[in-house]
């Protein structure tokens, strides 16, 4: 019974690339949440996305920044054009009713 | 805004010490309170809530209590071990079902023997 499944652990990309985060949830759960930890600050909730629907996305940044979460296959939270300043932990949770969030291990985005 | 305030890391104790995590926050309205915790290499856990003031989570042998008045949230242990050793999370939500979170930076608890 696996949990929430993100990949890749590490990533790396210089300033300019883009970067792609996936996240498959737990078995069964439709709601996915995407969240980020910046170096000395705690998680900030970016977006809240159902199969094929953004539900909330008040914590996105208006900017290069895009999540979707298709019918089939993992949630793809995408940044484009990277900076420095998205250096951060990304972490995805689901939830089975919208309720009682699991988290996965995250992803620590690096640029350089 | 809403935000969440814990105390910094790490915390370096020894087995069977006692534990205090301070945690304060200030919110809109009347928030839910949580602890996660984060064991290496694992994603977050819910380790307790708290919906409403005066109310007490507990799991495994830790417990916090909801505090409107201190605005506070602190997790206790009477006695910790090794296995304990993990990143505690405080968070709060203003919607009830506790998906939208506030977190603090997380705490790191080292227990040694």
């Known amino acids: 019974n696996a949990g929430v499944m993100q990949n890749p652990r590490h990533l790396v990309r210089r300033r300019g690339q883009e970067a792609r985060l996936r996240c498959s949830p737990m078995?069964?759960?439709?709601?996915v949440y995407w969240y980020r930890q910046l170096p000395e600050e705690g998680l900030k909730f970016m977006v809240y996305l159902q199969k094929e629907n953004i539900i909330d996305e008040s914590g996105m940044p208006k900017e290069r920044f895009s999540a979707e979460f298709p019918k089939e296959g993992p949630s793809i939270l995408r940044i484009q054009q990277v900076v420095r300043g998205d250096s951060a932990a990304y972490f995805c949770?689901?939830?089975?009713?919208?309720?009682?969030?699991?988290f996965g291990s995250g992803t620590q985005l690096s640029v350089l | 805004g809403d935000s969440v305030t814990q105390m910094e890391g790490p915390v370096t104790l020894s087995e069977e010490a006692f534990l205090t995590i301070n945690c304060t926050y200030t919110?809109?309205?009347?928030?839910?309170l949580f602890w996660y915790v984060q064991y290496p290499g694992e994603g977050l856990q819910l380790l307790l809530k708290a919906t409403k003031a005066d109310d007490k989570g507990s799991n495994k042998g830790f417990e916090a209590t909801y505090r409107k008045e201190t605005t506070s949230f602190h997790l206790e242990k009477g006695s910790v071990q090794v296995s304990d050793s993990a990143v505690y999370f405080c968070?709060?939500?203003?919607?009830?079902?506790?998906?939208?979170?506030?977190f603090g930076t997380g705490t790191q608890l080292k227990v040694e023997l």
């Open positions: 968070a709060l939500s203003v919607t009830g079902g506790g998906n939208k979170l506030t």
């Open positions: 919110a809109t309205g009347y928030p839910s």
């Open positions: 078995k069964g759960h439709s709601h």
């Open positions: 949770a689901s939830s089975l009713t919208g309720e009682g969030l699991f």
